[in-house]
């Protein structure tokens, strides 16, 4: 029937990330062009040194409301009006803020670039941040917290990093704030972070798709003319443990058919120079679907549809984390796979064939991840935002090959601390708990979804 | 905007599609099987996504779990994925591991039974029960889509049953079901090929010839029960289901035209006045204005046979009650009814539409899914061609027409999730439970 003979491949066909100009136009605004000639197509995205770990204490979610409230109003239309004018071209304005900047973006047909351009400089320039339309906001926002007291996935992310942080950083609240501090946001706390953050200095153009550097410049000239100079604000981030050693945090959930699981700590901020070793050494362990973890979990033991670690690359340390779902009755036994996949990857180099899988993954998927203008845009806005060299991408798939065996046994052992994991489990505490305790992962506590 | 699409077919019936694209050293493989849980026999609800787990776990010249190592080892990315009407497989690699990519696909579609172990299907059953765990028992309104087929369509209709399965059903599957779904549904004349990307023609139908061409064809499958229904429901159709869930959620649906009739565009683009984006009527009205919903959004399912549906999904504020949420839902569906829409809602709709049109296909992934659906469906891939122009055709008179004729009280079944704690609360609405 069909040959036995496995094909091999043909000769590779070069690919460079697309070429892109950088350039602090007079008003003091960067902008990034990336022409990309394929279809008629322009994605705008506008990222703003304005995210999450501003937010000042007992303010948290101040970030993300400002940034979610700039389009829902200017002088001279009401929020109903500019999206009707956004949506008319074709296009619809996403806004929102993560933890390290704010970002506006759209993509629209390149007929309606002028146009869509000039409403969105419009929009981010003069916001009038309406009162009912903030209150509004922050009701949406409450009602998504309340949804996640009943989101066993939503719930296990929002709990792991409150377990892994010190109570005083950033990182231990979710980056769209809590019930507590998101009621008690303001009008006039958006007006003061947006005037402080939303500055000249900070931020950032970036176009990509069917337009040149020279049609970007005049555009941006008109669209986004009147800017406050000046620098924005930087808050020193605290990125403390909570624990100095293994703790079992069982969040309840009566009769739950699986447990959300989450193992990890407080990992590597992005910059960080074992970012390679440490990118190629977790598709070993649990970043590939042929990864040790999901092979282990799903494929040999069938205990889930899916598992996967990663580290939440951030400008401060993002946490290092190990997700599963797993049915109930084998909690335990995940957990301990799980482990003994984190020492087995920091006591024996991993072989020829792993290293090579994650590696030709690695470089070869490379151009398969900027197949689209938004995708392009936001790799290019990853350079502005951490501060990455302009060859990055040019370079990008050169060190991933100079990883070694040797690089990838280090990073485990400098940067997975099985002695500081923090174990949090969504799912029924009853039928789980006393077989999770026998596995002695550190002191055990059980908590009420709703609980702070 | 045209992309190029050529056609042809093998003797064994293979379908397919060719699409050059030459901008980044990119190919994507599509595969289609036209089979889905809609041909599932009684007894075996799930079979046919259990069965897509099974083609991951090797074929005659393939170990287990190797086609996805050797795609991720060659640089690409990979899935499958079940519907009602058909099943899929694709990668997307680098242009010159085109022909691994096709060996592959034609190695599990030419010889996929020597690798089938029971030790084997015993692990993907469990990870297939996981699955349905994960995405609907463990998932507040994760049930959504299996309650809406039971109530929507009637109980003989082959999109009645749940697509991933009860876990009986699931318990009960065998090799030899594996066998028997094997010889009759994955077979060259039961599926299209699509290439999109960067290769060389002459090249990619050498590949073609050398790798499909001795698959033998099918001996014809078993033929759909009658899958037509009435245009409206009738009379109306509800369940109320008290959930482990904060907010209240409703899902209003309403037969409409099959994907790809005339019809239908019609119909996609009166989901899209009503809830596509934030400028949709039912956002500004319920979320916006009015602040009884934390959300509002509105679709088609796209079906190809029998009846589609069109489907509203607002999500309620957490202080407004069920009852009071399906009367506002229900209010809004009336004054569309009773007074249609306008153009200018119109034109919003048809712009938002299009510049997704064309941003779906930057990707080659996307490009040759879109040609592999329009090649199951109809045998014709180069209507992916036509969409825009199909979409701008559409009136604001063929929409108020379709509004008409499908969005009337005749024409309504209501699937309400209300959080459990509320039920007793609301008496009413939970004695309310039946219909279909």
Known sequence: ?452 | MRIPVETYELDNGLFVTLSEDHTAPIVAVNLWYHVGSANERIGRTGFAHLFEHMLFQGSAHVGSNEHFELIQRAGGTLNGSTWLERTNYFETVPSHQLALALWLEADRMGDLLPAMTQEKLDTQRDVVKNERRWAVDNQPYGTMLEKLQELAFPSTHPFHHSLIGSMEDLSEASLDDIAQFFATYYTPDNAVLSIAGDFERGEAQRLIAEYFGSIPRGRGKPPLPPMNLPPVFGRPAREVVPDDVSLSRLFLAFRSPVFGSAEYYAASVTSAVLGLRKGSRLHRSLVRDRQIASDAASYTFDLAKGSDLLVVDVTARPEIPPAQLEEEVEREIDAVYREGVTQLEVNRAIALIETDLVSSLQSAGERADRLSMFATYFRKPELINEQAAAYRAVTVDRVNALIAERLGPDNRASLMYVPRDGVESEPMLAAAVSAG
């Not at chain 1, 009006?81 to 619809?92: H, V």
């Not at chain 1, 047909?109 to 351009?117: F, M």
């Open chain 1, 1 to 452: 029937m069909v040959t036995a003979v496995r094909p091999r491949p043909s000769q590779p066909r070069e690919y460079r990330f697309p070429r892109f100009t950088e350039e602090v136009l007079a008003n003091g605004l960067r902008l990034v062009v990336a022409p990309v000639k394929k279809l008629p197509l322009v994605t705008i995205l506008v990222v703003v040194d304005a995210g999450s770990t501003i937010d000042p204490p007992g303010k948290e979610g101040l970030a993300a409301l400002t940034a979610d409230a700039l389009l829902e109003g200017t002088r001279e239309f009401d929020g109903a009006q500019l999206t009707e004018r956004f949506e008319q071209l074709g296009t619809a304005v996403e806004s929102g803020a993560d933890w390290d900047s704010a970002f506006i973006k759209l993509t629209v047909l390149a007929d309606h670039l002028d146009e869509a351009a000039s409403l969105l400089g419009e929009a981010i320039a003069s916001p009038a941040f309406p009162e009912r339309e903030i209150e509004r906001l922050k009701a949406e926002r409450l009602a998504e917290i309340l949804q996640l007291e009943t989101e066993p996935r939503g719930l296990a992310d929002e709990k792991f990093t409150e377990f892994v942080y010190a109570a005083n950083s950033r990182y231990a609240k979710s980056d769209a704030g809590t019930a507590q501090s998101v009621a008690a946001l303001s009008r006039s706390d958006v007006q003061s972070f947006f005037r402080g953050q939303y500055r000249s200095d900070s931020m950032t153009i970036v176009m990509a798709g069917a337009i040149t550097p020279v049609m970007a410049r005049d555009l941006v000239a008109k669209a986004f003319g009147r800017w406050a100079s000046g620098a924005a604000e930087r808050r020193a981030l605290v990125a403390s443990p909570r624990a100095a050693t293994r703790t079992v945090n069982i969040v309840s959930k009566p009769d739950a058919p699986q447990s959300e699981l989450r193992v990890g700590h407080v990992g590597l901020p992005r910059k960080h120079p074992d970012f390679f070793p440490a990118m190629v050494m977790n598709a070993v362990l649990g970043g590939l679907f042929g990864s040790r973890i999901n092979m282990n979990l799903r494929e040999e033991h069938g205990y889930t549809y899916g598992a996967s670690s990663y580290f939440d690359w951030r400008r401060g340390p993002g946490p290092f984390v190990v997700a599963t779902a797993v049915q109930s009755e084998v909690t335990a036994a995940a957990l301990r796979e799980i482990f003994s996949e984190i020492d087995r990857i920091r006591t024996d180099r991993i072989t020829d064939e792993e290293l090579s899988l994650a590696c030709d993954y690695l470089d070869g998927v490379f151009p398969i991840r900027y197949e689209t203008t938004t995708a392009i845009a936001s790799a290019l806005a990853n350079l502005v935002i951490y501060a990455l060299s302009d060859d990055y991408y040019d370079t990008y798939r050169k060190r991933v090959r100079e990883v070694t065996l040797d690089d990838v046994l280090r990073a485990a052992r400098a940067h997975l601390h099985p002695g500081k994991m923090q174990t949090v489990i969504v799912g029924d505490a009853t039928a789980i708990k006393d077989s999770v305790a026998q596995l002695d992962l550190g002191e055990l506590r059980v908590y009420a979804a709703q609980d702070d």
